[in-house]
């Protein structure tokens, strides 16, 4: 794929959806944090589902530290790998507390050294709280960034990093999302929506879905 055909891309999918952000409910850093962290191997909407009670009453380092990983699994549990998460949250409420005055921190490196922090869950705080260009490689950009042959790699650092060198400079902020939202809704993993995908004729997939009787596409 070359550099014209990746900014014909993403003007299209800027054209289409000028402002995207994340589908997580959040109102603060803290907020997106615990997000975010419920969010691995959950759906969006079980965890907004789950937030919109706890954050009524834990919305902040020192509140939900309060909870205690008791008291926080009761408002989660209905999100997988609850108590791991549950106790991954405490324990960043009192570094948060002890360590960075109960602020989520800007940089990566502190970010990630928080319990249930990764590279990805880095990426998506820097990117979407704190507005740096940064890309947060998860399965559906993952999958869109092979299929396309946008910027195909083996794994995930592999995609990130060929794709912060091949996104232009211009939608590297929002391409996160772009791509994150595209992978969920037409570019699924089962059984891709060719016929109505906006980049249909950039894309260079070779085995391209045109209706009901194909096969579904390998992922």
Same mark, same amino acid.
Request: with cysteine; net charge positive.
């Given at each position: 794929?070359?550099?014209?055909?990746?900014?014909?891309?993403?003007?299209?999918?800027?054209?289409?959806?000028?402002?995207?952000?994340?589908?997580?409910?959040?109102?603060?850093?803290?907020?997106?944090?615990?997000?975010?962290?419920?969010?691995?191997? &959950?759906?969006?909407?079980?965890?907004?589902?789950?937030?919109?009670?706890?954050?009524?009453?834990?919305?902040?380092?020192?509140?939900?530290?309060?909870?205690?990983?008791?008291?926080?699994?009761?408002?989660?549990?209905?999100?997988?790998?609850?108590?791991?998460?549950?106790?991954?949250?405490?324990?960043?409420?009192?570094?948060?507390?002890?360590?960075?005055?109960? @602020?989520?921190?800007?940089?990566?490196? &502190?970010?990630?050294?928080?319990?249930?922090?990764?590279?990805?869950?880095?990426?998506?705080?820097?990117?979407?709280?704190?507005?740096?260009?940064?890309?947060?490689?998860?399965?559906?950009?993952?999958?869109?960034?092979?299929?396309?042959?946008?910027?195909?790699?083996?794994?995930?650092?592999?995609?990130?990093?060929?794709?912060?060198?091949?996104?232009? @400079?211009?939608?590297?902020?929002?391409?996160?999302?772009?791509?994150?939202?595209?992978?969920?809704?037409?570019?699924?993993?089962?059984?891709?929506?060719?016929?109505?995908?906006?980049?249909?004729?950039?894309?260079?997939?070779?085995?391209?879905?045109?209706?009901?009787?194909?096969?579904?596409?390998?992922?």
């Amino acid at each position: 794929m070359n550099a014209a055909k990746r900014e014909a891309i993403f003007r299209r999918l800027q054209s289409l959806n000028p402002s995207p952000t994340t589908e997580l409910h959040f109102t603060t850093p803290f907020e997106l944090l615990v997000a975010v962290v419920l969010s691995a191997q &959950a759906t969006d909407r079980s965890v907004n589902l789950a937030t919109a009670r706890l954050f009524q009453v834990a919305n902040t380092p020192e509140t939900m530290l309060r909870l205690g990983e008791a008291g926080l699994a009761e408002y989660i549990k209905s999100i997988g790998l609850y108590r791991t998460k549950a106790r991954n949250l405490i324990a960043t409420c009192r570094l948060l507390l002890e360590l960075h005055g109960g @602020q989520v921190p800007h940089t990566r490196e &502190a970010l990630e050294s928080l319990p249930g922090v990764g590279r990805k869950t880095a990426n998506v705080i820097l990117n979407t709280a704190f507005g740096e260009p940064t890309i947060a490689v998860d399965t559906h950009i993952f999958r869109v960034a092979n299929r396309t042959n946008l910027a195909p790699g083996k794994n995930v650092e592999e995609v990130e990093r060929r794709l912060l060198q091949v996104v232009p @400079q211009a939608y590297r902020k929002n391409a996160h999302h772009w791509l994150i939202l595209h992978g969920r809704y037409i570019c699924k993993a089962r059984s891709p929506d060719c016929p109505i995908c906006p980049i249909r004729d950039l894309c260079e997939f070779k085995a391209k879905t045109t209706g009901k009787r194909d096969v579904p596409a390998h992922s």
